[in-house]
């Protein structure tokens, strides 16, 4: 499965990040096998998306002490990933698609993943791509206040929406969740309003800060869920 980009957006910026491990369905490179498996209880989707090779794994080391080099990369290698899945949600099973970007060799202090997730969700939402976010050793709870598995690596999956439940994992962005719920993609390019360069995307981000909630300051998109 495989498909050209549809969008001006440069490759990741070599040095930024190194390959370590192309689209595979079964990489060598981590050992997610048993994190998925134990995953699969909270999410209904995962384990037949497995089952039929639509769950992939991109694997990229952090080769680079510049933090806004490595998230330039990070932020175009979820792009490379989100053009990957548009043409396939379309296909049979493609709701079961995903494209799930790890990162390895984080020693930079912060956290990588915050700004490329927050540009990504809000370019990609509105044609009906859900981008998660997954910090190594993170320790979440579903909805029903059960512990998931923290992940043994930090990655980005990229997927696409499902209209009928993913707007409630976007309460803190309630414009991004109305047009997740009637999202459909007309094969935009979701560059034609903006450069896609890093700076220029990373500024535009910085203007799309999570609304306030009453009797609580305002979160910054490090935050974010």
């Known amino acids: 499965m495989t498909t050209g980009p549809r969008t001006g957006a440069p490759r990741t910026p070599a040095g930024a990040l190194r390959l370590v491990e192309a689209q595979t369905a079964e990489p060598r490179a981590v050992d997610i096998s048993g ?8 999410c209904p989707y995962l384990a037949p998306s497995v089952r039929r090779g639509l769950t992939m794994w991109t694997v990229y ?15 175009h290698a979820g792009v490379q990933a989100a053009e990957w899945v548009r043409p396939l949600a379309a296909r049979p099973h493609g709701a079961l698609v995903c494209e799930n970007v790890v990162l390895l060799g ?30 190594h050793g993170e320790e979440r709870h579903d909805r029903e206040d059960r512990p998931i598995p923290p992940p043994p690596y930090s990655f980005l999956p990229v997927r696409p929406a499902v209209r009928a439940r993913d707007p409630r ?6 414009d ?7 999202a459909e993609d007309d094969g ?14 990373k500024a535009w981000s910085r203007s799309l800060l999570v609304p306030p909630r009453p009797a609580r300051q305002r979160k910054p998109p490090a935050e974010a869920r």
């Open 176 to 182: 991004l969740a109305d047009a997740l719920a009637v």
């Open 61 to 75: 080391e952090v080769t680079s002490d510049d933090r806004e080099f490595v998230e330039a990369g990070l932020f």
């Open 169 to 174: 994992f976007l309460a803190d962005t309630p």
């Open 35 to 42: 994190y998925v498996d134990a995953v699969s209880a909270h």
């Open 188 to 201: 935009r390019d979701v560059f034609a309003q903006l450069s896609p360069d890093w700076q220029a995307v």
């Open 106 to 135: 984080d020693t930079i202090a912060g956290r990588l993943l915050d700004w490329p997730h927050w540009a990504l969700k809000h370019l990609y939402g509105p044609v009906g791509l859900m981008v998660g976010k997954f910090h």
